[in-house]
């Protein structure tokens, strides 16, 4: 995903973006966007996310997706600071699923940040006008990748908070006759100190609003920040507490059907044959509607539909992949890894790994692997749709990116963009499965078309289970060399799959000798965005072989990542500070293990210790510290609430995330056998956050990567087990190591 916007975003700004910039003027696009959001004439839109009224309210447009990340609240907040807002006078709206809201600064956050391509100040103004019109045509307004803080943030609500502050100090000089040197920015008003004159933004965002938006305003230090750096109480949380906040499942229109499906369970079958003559008649039927791969049975209510499906006969036809397993993906992977010389691909490769390998007498090898994993978000995925008689369609759902469903549906039904309506909802969770993979919105889209009322399709949390788009198997693959001083001089690594981000399996540590390399793997298994995409993989693999390794060389894990840390100070400041906060070296109780981990994602550099205790063979989170290093946290406090959503998420992957395929199917179906960890198992957890001088990092999903490894690492440290293989839930510690039992 990132990567195909790159190409596109790079290639319109090398190759003609020029041309597409000067045809789309943010003032052009402003005056577009007000007819989606000014309700009278007491209110006035100053840039495209910034709406003032008369009152000196303060609307920021938010043009992401809350999933508990507390986007909603961080990014008003970033505009605000610029502004030089009254925060008490600051409201919240997501941004609607309209062209005139796509989202530009994604384009320039991946351009910048993604492809690291220089911008001189001169053409800042032109890149703007150019990523504008690429995310336009790349209906480009998603919710995923932890960009929101590091691009929409920074490129985007800065920069209109910062443009919007000038446009209303211009206004007022104009207004008063009086030099623009003599005013200044204060608490939502304008200030003219000389003559002790004042005056609220609501009363200047009018003239305000009829300005050119200046595409470099001068932008604040971070030393003045009054804002930014305070923690402040999320905007979604009153109506989360009083349950008035409206997810996709609590949509409720006129003559509304609800429809459930019985999706095919084996991957590619199709519906060969199926009998609706019995459930026709079940009390509150509709209709019985054949889609691609699945029956759905729409009905009055949603227990009809689902007591109808449930008995609906249904053929499906069989596929090559009708006795697929997971012994044989992995043989499969396996088969492939040792085919890397002929059909693998170069990551990393730095010096001469293999020939210092071959001559060096002490190597270490190792393989690693990690099942398949589903969302399991709160809510199932659900959706209604209602396509109207005048040829318009209108859906509402809780998705990570409107703007690109929206477009989905006009291809799907054949209506144009400008016919079909998004109407966002709240999310009962995401993760990465309300991006891109929609075939629940898809399959309602289907059932909706010829129903001319509005249909909600629920899909039952089996068939979320079952039908989702998974996090990837992956296979790793390690070996490594230590020198006469026990010190590592080649580290090479064959993985399965290069995913997104491309750097997930790169090492932080001053190795040498380095030759990382993949080869794909074909499965029929349909994958997607998970949680922190490869870097939930890579962060267990290395952290887990860098802990070998210091076991090799007999030294202390954190000793050992130190000392390959020492020319990269922030790494090392981090890696210290969860070190001590931790109390590394202190004695613990018998029984109990302490292990450690280092992880760079999405900008941000996260090391966590977990410590946990062994009782019956069972393995018991007691302690984790987590430090992370985000540049600077623009809401201290969700940072540490996502540092413990991340590491729950990451720790209930490790101990018991499997999804495991027989016979062409996912084996698991419900919480019963895909567990979650709940919170009489849940570790105390402590989290410290540094400021820094680095880009701004993510937050959302940083939290996730390295915790598998601490908690792998703590295991090995109490019991002598390496786990290698995830989930820990199917080793049994009651055995001693095998070096033990001889």
């Known amino acids: 995903m990132v990567s195909r916007r790159n190409f596109l975003i790079g290639g319109g700004i090398v190759g003609g973006g020029l041309i597409l910039g000067l045809s789309l003027l943010p003032e052009h696009r402003r005056d577009s966007a007000a007819k989606y959001v000014i309700d009278n004439e007491n209110e006035s839109l100053l840039t495209t996310w910034l709406k003032i009224d008369k009152d000196n309210i303060i609307t920021v447009y938010v043009p992401h997706s809350e999933m508990g990340q507390g986007v909603q609240t961080a990014l008003p907040m970033m505009l605000a600071e610029e502004l030089e807002a009254d925060w008490n006078l600051v409201r919240m709206e997501r941004a609607p699923g309209e062209t005139e809201f796509a989202n530009g600064t994604l384009a320039k956050g991946f351009l910048v940040g993604g492809m690291g391509v ?25 919710t995923g990748g932890s960009t929101a803080i590091r691009f929409s943030g920074h490129y985007g609500m800065r920069i209109q908070g910062a443009a919007a502050k000038e446009m209303l100090l211009q206004a007022a000089a104009n207004i008063w006759q009086v030099p623009l040197s003599e005013l200044k920015a204060e608490n939502s008003n304008i200030i003219h100190p000389k003559s002790n004159r004042t005056a609220t933004y609501g009363e200047l965002a009018q003239q305000a609003s009829l300005m050119e938006i200046p595409s470099n305003p001068t932008l604040k230090d971070r030393s003045d920040y009054k804002i930014v750096g305070t923690s402040k109480p999320r905007f979604d949380i009153p109506a989360k507490i009083d349950g008035s906040l409206l997810y996709g499942a609590d949509i409720n229109l006129p003559d509304m059907k609800i429809a459930a499906v019985k999706t095919s369970p084996v991957f590619g079958a199709e519906v060969a044959s199926y009998d609706d003559s019995k459930v026709s008649q079940m009390s509150g039927v509709r209709k019985v509607v054949k889609l691609p791969g699945a029956i759905a049975v729409v009905a009055d209510g949603f227990w009809q539909a689902k007591q109808a499906v449930d008995e609906l006969p249904v053929e499906f036809t069989e596929t090559e992949y009708s006795h697929l397993n997971s012994k044989e993906i992995y043989q499969q992977y396996s088969d492939d890894l040792d085919k890397v010389d002929e059909t693998g691909a170069d990551d990393v490769i730095t010096g001469n790994a293999p020939a210092v390998l071959a001559g060096s007498i002490r190597t270490i090898k190792s393989e690693y692997r990690v099942p398949f994993l589903a969302h399991s978000a709160m809510e199932p995925v659900n959706s209604t749709v209602w396509l109207k008689d005048d040829g318009s369609v209108e859906f509402w759902a809780g998705l990570q990116d409107a703007l690109t469903a929206k477009a989905m549906l006009s291809e799907l039904l054949q209506i144009p963009m400008d016919k079909v309506t998004a109407h966002h909802t709240a999310m009962g969770g995401a993760f990465g499965r309300r991006a891109a993979t929609l075939n629940f919105l898809e399959q309602n889209a289907l059932i909706a078309k010829d129903m001319k009322v509005p249909i909600k399709l629920i899909w039952t949390r089996e068939e979320d289970m079952q039908q989702d788009y998974y996090r990837p198997a992956i296979t790793s693959r390690f070996e490594a060399a230590l020198d006469d001083n026990n010190e590592p001089v080649a580290w090479v690594n064959t993985y399965i799959g290069k995913n997104e981000p491309p750097e997930a399996a790169h090492i932080p540590y001053a190795i040498e000798n380095q030759q990382i390399r993949f080869v794909d793997s074909k499965t029929p298994i349909p994958f997607g965005p998970w949680r922190s995409v490869a870097h939930s993989q890579h962060g267990f693999f290395t952290e887990s072989f860098v802990d070998e390794l210091a076991n090799a060389a007999n030294k202390d894990t954190y000793q050992f990542r130190r000392d390959l840390l020492k020319h990269s100070p922030r790494h090392l400041k981090v890696l210290d500070m969860v070190a001590q906060k931790a109390d590394w070296t202190s004695k613990l109780p018998e029984s109990w293990g302490r292990g450690i981990a280092l992880q760079t994602s999405f900008q941000s550099v996260v090391a966590q210790v977990v410590e946990v205790s062994i009782n019956n063979g069972k393995v018991k989170p007691e302690r984790v510290v987590c430090v992370i290093d985000c540049g600077h946290a623009i809401n201290p406090d969700n940072v540490t609430s996502q540092m413990e959503s991340g590491i729950i998420y990451g720790m209930t992957a490790a101990l018991y995330g499997d999804i495991s ?24 957890i402590e989290t410290y956050i540094i400021e820094s001088d680095a880009p701004l990092g993510g937050v959302g999903e940083p939290g996730t990567p390295a915790i598998a490894p601490a908690l792998a690492n703590a295991v090995y440290d109490a019991t002598g087990n ?7 839930k199917h080793y049994d510690f009651t055995y001693k190591p095998e070096a033990e039992q001889a």
């Open 118 to 142: 220089s911008i001189p100040i001169a053409l800042d103004g032109i890149a703007n006008y150019s990523t504008m019109a690429l995310a336009e045509l790349a209906n480009l307004q998603i």
């Open 661 to 684: 395929i027989k016979d062409g199917r996912v084996q698991q179906s419900n919480f019963h056998d895909y567990e979650m960890l709940r919170m009489s198992e849940s570790p105390v």
């Open 722 to 728: 390496r786990v290698r293989t995830l989930p820990i």
